[in-house]
């Protein structure tokens, strides 16, 4: 349709159409076997039923082709109604969740990842994917930091962005992609306590030099939905929130197309004690600019209502329909309502996507220690211990719908990859995920045999340790103990496991931790108990291959940390991108009187972008090209990479610059630019980064961004903790 069809449609609908437009429902009000089933809902009145705009959670092609048919024949324009899914990191074949795509640095990987998640879910009728999650993450404890890419502004925004154009190409009608709802709106990472769904205290200028900026980035990628978030912020619930909403997100980011609340996000106005009840929440989400309600019914039962007795305008309730109805237009929908479905135009073959991901996994992989060379492996018996060594459950639970027939444990691929090697293997489980009674994000955990199995597993451990050469050591947290409403006070493995690998070390000398985990994890007793310590996120469908690839030397490790890895959980929340302080700790001597703890480091155990390779890496001095950055010019950073061991390196050299003095304290160093480099054994590589004004602008005190004049530090190193700086002046 062409845009003044798209009106005059408008001008025709009733209004109770169009209000309806603006409502969504869950699954299970169209199909019993939903994402959405078990959730309690109301009953939905067969009014909203007919004419919801959209519904979330169905994956079924042959179920939506059967809902989409059935609905067109009875809506009175005929309007396709709108399906919508969490694709977040993979649908039928499973990637990295997004903290382990962040590990990679790698914003070409993660586009062309999502290309193939946008291809198969388009391909069971999906329309909306809500993805990227682009919220900053810098507290541990919160589960959800598995669905974002990390502690750093730069990195997010171009690993968002990347995700955008990979789900919805360049042209949304083709059938293969999908439309990308950026999420969530705005600062949800920075929930207090990292306790999920909780209120956000952060200032102005943090918010917008540190939070907003990969949701802008997501916007300048062309996203055409955004979700509002649960929490609140400077007192006011997002969801309601004007400001932020209007202003922030319409008027100075430029957003032009469709928002949505998060689930029941409108309702949660009255627990939040910002709305009296359900007719005063829709009347301040509508205010605030929210276009779509997400499953409260708040919309589909006082929209009209509102309009009708003029406490809302109808011109503002018709801006949002319209917006709704260009996304529809846009996918093709009044074309084609069963798009999707009926193409049959697949760009990657099934060989194609299991090779995407077992890249993608493998350079999401970060080696944090390697003793005396441990890796790659040259061990000839190898025992693959702990309750990760045979799971294939190495997806998230943010992958609702994989195909779990093609997941490859690490045992599968052991088995496939290491005895035409000559390498004798052997595997047990050693004892269960958690303990008993450990809480879970959807249960309590209960075994009454526990203690039996465990002793029984220990057992067949130890003998398979004792025949080994190197035992790998397969450990982590449960898949229901990171994402959403999975906050956690501790950050430790289950007791179990950690007795596990301190027996284990008794009677094997060379022991390897391979840590599955959806968060940053206390690791110190792991490091000093392994002799390498390799940290494998939730690697996905080709998680064992991806694995099993590194740990043979057959891709060199390259992954970083996206976020900073505590000594405990009493550092978070913890990130490197710290405000100087007029007290700062001394790097030796007297530190009494200063920012410190008494019983730790200030810093992270392994800080943002930490990650070892195979080779022997070293990093030459940083050369500038000049000391003085004027208007309109630019200046080039310069280090020399080598290495100098026998094994291919893989490294992201990392560009960061520290503003000395300004208007607002500035962050100790800030990530800038980053390059990943693939070294053979022996080879020197120039790295060289160009520095120019953009990159200095910050939220300043005259409430404005901009650059200041003054004096600026430079590091190009391996990670945010090492290196040393030269400095230049912007004039």
């Excluded at 846009?330 to 798009?339: A, S």
């Excluded at 990859?417 to 209960?446: I, K, N, W």
């Amino acid at each position: 349709m062409k845009a003044i069809e798209l009106e005059n449609l408008l001008k025709e609908m009733s209004l109770e159409e169009k209000v309806m437009q603006l409502v969504q429902v869950p699954g299970s009000v169209y199909a019993k076997d939903s994402a959405t089933t078990g959730i309690l809902q109301e009953t939905v009145p067969e009014k909203v039923r007919r004419l919801a705009g959209s519904t979330l959670g169905i994956m079924d092609g042959g179920k939506i082709r059967d809902i989409q048919d059935e609905y067109m024949k009875h809506h009175p324009h005929h309007i396709p109604l709108l399906f919508m899914l969490d694709v977040i990191h993979g649908h039928k074949t499973v990637f990295p969740c997004p903290l382990g795509q962040g590990a990679t640095f790698d914003p070409d990987l993660t586009e062309q990842a999502a290309a193939i998640q946008a291809e198969e879910a388009a391909a069971d009728g999906v329309h909306v994917t809500f993805s990227p999650m682009a919220d900053l993450v810098r507290d541990a404890r919160w589960g959800r930091v598995m669905e974002s890419t990390g502690e750093d502004p730069l990195l997010n925004g171009r690993m968002a962005a990347a995700m955008v154009r990979g789900y919805q190409g360049p042209d949304l009608k083709d059938g293969r992609h999908v439309a990308s709802c950026v999420k969530h709106f705005a600062a949800y990472g920075a929930a207090e306590g990292g306790r999920d769904y909780n209120n956000t205290e952060l200032s102005e200028h943090t918010l917008r030099d540190s939070y907003l900026p990969a949701y802008q980035e997501a916007i300048q990628a062309g996203a055409r939905m955004v979700m509002s978030s649960f929490n609140s912020w400077n007192g006011i619930p997002v969801t309601g929130s004007e400001w932020l909403m209007k202003k922030i997100l319409r008027e100075e980011m430029g957003f032009e197309g469709v928002t949505i609340s998060d689930w029941d996000a409108i309702g949660q106005l009255i627990p939040h004690g910002y709305a009296e009840d359900l007719e005063d929440a829709a009347r301040k989400a509508m205010r605030a600019g929210v276009d779509i309600d997400m499953t409260t019914g708040a919309y589909a039962g006082y929209l009209e209502k509102l309009v009708r007795e003029g406490r809302l305008p109808e011109s503002e309730l018709d801006k949002a329909v319209l917006r709704i109805l260009t996304l529809k237009n846009d996918l093709g929908l009044f074309e084609n309502p069963c798009r999707g479905l009926t193409e049959h135009l697949p760009v990657h073959t099934p060989e194609e996507k299991h090779a995407l991901a077992r890249k993608a996994a493998a350079e999401s992989l970060v080696l944090l220690k390697n003793e005396d060379g441990v890796l790659p492996l040259k061990a000839k018996k190898l025992a693959f211990i702990g309750p990760y060594a045979m799971s294939r459950d190495l997806h998230s639970t943010w992958a609702i719908n994989p195909d779990r027939a093609q997941g490859v444990s690490v045992w599968d691929a052991a088995q496939e990859m290491l005895p035409e090697a000559g390498v004798e293997v052997r595997a047990a489980q050693g004892c269960d995920m958690v303990e008993d009674g450990t809480g879970l994000s959807f249960f309590v955990y209960h075994d009454a045999d526990q203690r039996e199995k465990n002793q029984k597993w220990m057992a067949e451990a130890l003998e398979a340790a004792a025949w080994a050469d190197t035992a790998v050591l397969c450990l982590g947290e449960h898949l229901l103990q990171s994402g959403e409403s999975t906050s956690r006070a501790k950050l430790t493995l289950p007791p179990c496991q950690l007795e596990l690998l301190r027996r284990v070390k008794e009677v094997c000398g060379k022991v390897i931790v391979l840590l599955f985990c959806g968060r940053p994890l206390e690791v110190a007793q792991m490091a000093d108990h392994a002799s390498a310590l390799v940290v494998c996120w939730r690697p996905g469908t080709e998680g064992g291959h991806g694995i099993l690839d590194v740990l043979t030397g057959k891709v060199p490790p390259s992954g970083c940390l996206p976020m900073s890895f505590p000594h405990t959980v009493g550092q978070e929340p913890l990130h490197y991108d710290e405000y100087a302080t007029g007290r700062p700790r001394p790097s030796e001597g007297n530190d009494m009187f200063t920012s410190r703890y008494l019983d730790c480091a200030n810093s992270a155990l392994f800080p943002f972008g930490f990650g070892l390779s195979y080779g022997k890496a070293e990093i030459s001095p940083v050369e500038l090209s000049g000391s003085e950055l004027r208007e309109g010019e630019h200046l080039t950073a310069r280090a020399f990479l080598t290495n100098h061991g026998d094994e291919k390196a893989a490294h992201t050299v990392q560009l960061y610059i520290q503003d000395l003095v300004g208007s607002r304290v500035r962050p100790v160093r800030q990530l800038r630019d980053f390059r990943r480099v693939l070294l053979e054994p022996g080879e020197t590589r120039e790295i060289a980064f160009r520095i120019e004004e953009p990159m200095l602008r910050f939220w300043r005190a005259d409430q404005t961004y901009g650059s200041e004049p003054g004096r600026f530090r430079v590091w190009i190193s391996l990670n945010s903790r090492d290196g040393d700086p030269v400095e230049f002046r912007l004039c």
